[in-house]
């Protein structure tokens, strides 16, 4: 069905046709709503009856809204009118590249721009765990400004689950005559034209294809029908690009060939190394220039004294010694690492240990929204089998062979990590013994005698060793402490706030500690590797972590890129159990008069901050990689209404009339911000020294505001700070939890969350708190009745359980339990939040979808 102008679809007026592929129709519309002009993709009417057509069309949809990237097309809304089904998305103004390409070959400068960004929203999609499978110049558009965008996820494949890894041709340009070539076929990847599966490396081969015709002006496959095309991606090798394009700059030909490997083990093993390795050719093409043998030499700079001699005969050095380094990497000097799929379940990873036989694989797991158990399996053998153990999580295995398990965990308050029974039992079998309770890691000393843990007291982590004995303590959270090898020091990760990032630390067994290196936005996951030096997965912007290494000295190394968010587990010689998660936060909402609760997540860590008196708008910030590396605070309306973006760092808390906003930088200098949610200008307050804090709440008449923090050698603690300025005053003594805090409608008291884990009412004034008969411990505050006399607590799980406390009796009701339709990987349902009313309510969680692996070759 072609849509002509003026016709109606759904809310949209369409203007003009844009162009047709295999999966729709594309148009150019208004949406009336906004005042904005939109591109429609129009599912013919016929196919909307085909339920697998529909299904890829749905797929597309999801695929490309999952991934918030500035070279990805946004996609605005998926719905259905008149019998078809279609989807909304960002109005790009410029030519495709098929377009571009219609002239002839592109210049250096602008080719290596262009497939930059390409290869950086591939690396995003990548990293998500989607692969375009349809990548072709026809699915890249340059606006006139210079942006690409990536468009078309229609054949995107998630590859987290094998189900979905199936085979399949991508979509093709029907042949209407001979010597006519199929506009996907070209752009093909050696598997796919054998019909096997197609990966993240099959969307390298097809970018390959296109650099190559941007390089040459001709296409690398292009035989005179479709099968010959086929053919020759299987078994022919392209005419090689010097010999069509002599100035094209080597390094930039070592990537088309690399990426033109007709063995995907040959291409790049992270498509994020890709684009870095384009990335530094596109920052060195003004510095040199190639010879038309190959190799590389500098520019020639005007001579303007003898001074310059040496630096340009040093500067001719290192380009030289740079196009060494290329033509190593290029031809593979050193074996690349191994990943070899160990699960295949939709859920959480939590650990990962190699047995004392160095090969056995021990692991513990959520699967399906299920209780985390300890599995074993053997590498080649895709199948695991469950320990005869109660569910639990792996903490450790001692070369003796004994195990230490995490029994009855529940997810930490921070939302990172596990607390729950340290027990011991042998790995043969046998009943575990319990030793210490609220315990989040812990690791065997060389010898398996005796653990160290991390042990939850009095609102901080303290890690010991032997039991009992401190040897370093933080208001924050400790993780992954492990024993070196001679067991005369314990490394471990630093996490000094709620958040992730944090630092790595070593502690002598007599208590002196030191930071190794600190300042990374995320690090999880640490290993001492054979060499002595302490191997992690962390990285000093966003999300995508890095595999690091440090020294006893301090001194840090990449070691490799890797795909998606991993987490180094364990290692053994050079090998190493590596996970790879993607991580999701997001909202609920319940409104008056539903009996679903609806989600509101925006990007890919969404958590609530505040929420107006009547339930109409929440406060929420995005602190993963769509928020930036700065965070993004932002409102939205409970009615699934468009979030608008505030300012930098994490949401704190509204004010009572829902004028402002409390805001708090995520990086230094520390400070609270106020930011008007409509017109008007933002207040800064001074730089302090609390640390990052996103729980807070405003007094009834709006002067004051309540935070829980803790500046340096204190422990946290309640503070309250007008909004006029001048110094916070602590109200409460330290030992604190982080959770969320409420004050009272007559501004007597705030509830918190204390050091035992239950909730109490601290004087606003100070003095000590009054203890809230009713509350258990894992109680987290949820708001103030209208008149004060209950309060709303919920404990975080799956279910998250929702409860109305009497404050005067101590009296509990239950009000609801909170889960969503799908808990796979959801580590936790909760907090909620309640209005005074009662009668709106958000709700946050948390999910980790992981695959295991286990890595050789890593050097």
Known sequence: MTLTAGTKLGPYEIAAPLGAGGMGEVYRAKDPRLGREVAIKVLPAAFSQDADRLKRFEQEARSASALNHPNIITIYEIGSANGSSYISMELVDGPSLREILASGSVPSKKLLDVSVQIAEALAKAHGAGIVHRDLKPENVIVSKDGYVKLLDFGLAKLFVAPQDQVTGAPTAIQETQPGTVMGTVGYMSPEQASGKVADFRSDQFALGSILYEMATGKRAFQKGTGAQTLAAIIQDEPEPVAQLNPKAPAPLRWIVERCLAKDPDERYASTRDLARDLKSVREHIGEVTTSTSGGMAPVELPRRRRSLAIPLALGALLVGLAAGAWFDHRRGAAPQPTFQRLTFQRGTVVAARFGPDAHTVYFSAAWEGAAPRIFLLRPGNPESSALTLPPANLMGISAGGEIAIQLDPKPSAIGFGWVGTLA?????????????QDVSYSDWAPGGANLAVVHHVGGKDRLEYPIGKVLFETAGWIQCPRFSPDGRRIAFIHHPSSADSGAIALVELDGKVGELSDGWATVQGLAWAPSGEIWFTAVRQGIQRELQSVTTTG?????????????LLDMVGSSGLVTEDDYRSGLFALLPGQGAMHDLAWFDWTNDRGLSADGKVVLLDETGEGGGPRGSAFVRGTDGSSAVRLGDGNGVALTPDGAWALTRSLVEPYRFVMVPVKAGQQREFPPDAYGQTANSDFFPDGSKFAFVGAQPGHGARLYVQSVSGGAAAPISAEGLNTGRVFVSPDARFVAAVGPDLTI???????????????????????GFTADGKGLYVSQVGNPCRVALIDIASGRRTEVRDIAGPDAAGVTAFGPARMTPDGHTMVAGYSRVLSTLYRVTDLK
């Open 424 to 436: 011991r039992a042998p790995l043969s079998g046998g009943a575990p013994k319990e030793i210490l």
């Open 555 to 567: 001194r840090v190394r990449l070691i490799r890129t890797m795909q998606g968010t991993p987490a």
């Open 760 to 782: 109490h009412l601290y004087p606003t004034g100070g003095g000590n708190p009054v203890d809230l008969a009713g509350s258990r411990p894992g109680d987290s505050a949820g």
